[in-house]
């Protein structure tokens, strides 16, 4: 599956943004799906999953309450709305798709089980 992830930009403190990621290649409606992000010298860490049928959610501690993930099967797509932004959100967000269908969301929290990755798109925040 093919991810293309959008919506990033520049944004100032307490603003909001929206990110969605269109698949393509086969239907992501099985899977976990999740958003990662990187920012600079740092390693790539975990914001956000939704598993397959949206029943459930995980979040890192760092952005619960602020961000939301959501996903339309029906359009193959997932979001994530990141609201009250904050200069420590700056970096680049991946969206990624889980390589093994219908799982929980114990490990969606490791990029490891995630078989497909976007290509990023970069959020910076402003003080």
């Known amino acids: 599956v093919q991810l293309q992830a959008s919506g990033g930009g520049p944004v100032q403190t307490g603003g909001s943004l929206r990110l969605a990621c269109a698949a393509s290649g086969r239907t992501i409606s099985d899977v976990t799906v999740g958003w990662f992000r990187q920012a600079p010298g740092k390693e790539r860490e975990f914001v956000a999953a939704?598993?397959?049928?949206?029943?459930?959610?995980k979040y890192a501690d760092s952005v619960k309450g602020r961000f939301t993930i959501s996903r339309d099967n029906a359009k193959n797509t997932m979001f994530l709305q990141m609201n009250n932004l904050k200069p420590a959100d700056t970096a680049v967000y991946y969206c990624?798709?889980?390589?093994?269908?219908?799982?929980?969301?114990?490990?969606?929290?490791?990029?490891?089980?995630?078989?497909?990755w976007g290509q990023g798109t970069q959020v910076t925040v402003s003080s």
């Open positions: 990624a798709a889980y390589a093994v269908p219908r799982t929980s969301l114990i490990w969606s929290d490791g990029a490891s089980g995630y078989g497909s």
């Open positions: 939704i598993r397959y049928n949206g029943d459930s959610t």
